[in-house]
């Protein structure tokens, strides 16, 4: 058969399936897309949003949390798909809200005011005194240095580090759970994002 013989069989065959039917219901659909205005701000008055980044973090951290971070004179930045992306107070940022999961990373900023409003021993890690300057200079918490943690911290969780006193030191991302921290003598305990 030769190869032109071969090119009209398969336009044939292409045919009989339907795939080469008029291109009439994919030009349909592609004016239907160009039609679409992408530029449009999201439908969500900006107190849709501080309600929404409160919620999250009355879930992330217990309630009452969200009202604490957040006042109400917060403004957002929006990521490119019009959601939020960060919480800022003035010019400084509180947090991110993680496209991956959903949950806050906090700023210092944030850090602080959190661990103003939630009662203690919530989220917070305890480290000795000996290496709080450490841990304040952005260094990260090791298990050994932990003298006590809040029993409800996973690993992942965003948690508050602090020296003995109870005095704020760091933020950061929990790498093993309370229990963890308790039993093991090596290792990182907390992922430091950023020191006082």
Not at 6 to 15: A, L, P, S, Y
Not at 72 to 91: H, Q, W
């Amino acid at each position: 058969m030769s190869d032109m013989n071969k090119v009209n069989k398969f336009e044939g065959n292409r045919r009989d399936r339907g795939e080469n039917r008029g291109n009439s219901g994919n030009r349909d659909n592609r004016e239907r897309r160009e039609k679409r205005d992408f530029t449009r701000e999201a439908p969500y008055a900006k107190d849709s949003y501080l309600s929404r980044v409160r919620v999250i973090a009355d879930y992330q951290f217990g309630k009452g949390a969200g009202a604490g971070l957040f006042p109400d004179d917060c403004e957002f930045k929006l990521s490119a798909t019009k959601r939020v992306r960060y919480i800022l107070l003035g010019k400084e940022r509180l947090a991110t809200l993680r496209a991956n999961d959903g949950r806050l990373t906090l700023s210092q900023t944030g850090a602080k005011r959190l661990c103003e409003t939630l009662p203690a021993p919530a989220y917070r890690v305890i480290v000795k005194d000996e290496v709080g300057e450490f841990v304040a200079a952005g260094k990260n918490a090791m298990a050994k240095h932990v003298t006590f943690a809040d029993p409800q911290i996973r690993g992942d969780d965003e948690v508050l580090v602090c020296n003995e006193k109870g005095e704020f030191l760091a933020t950061g991302t929990a790498v093993l759970s309370a229990k963890e921290m308790a039993e093991f003598n090596y290792g990182v305990a907390v992922m430091v994002r950023k020191g006082n």
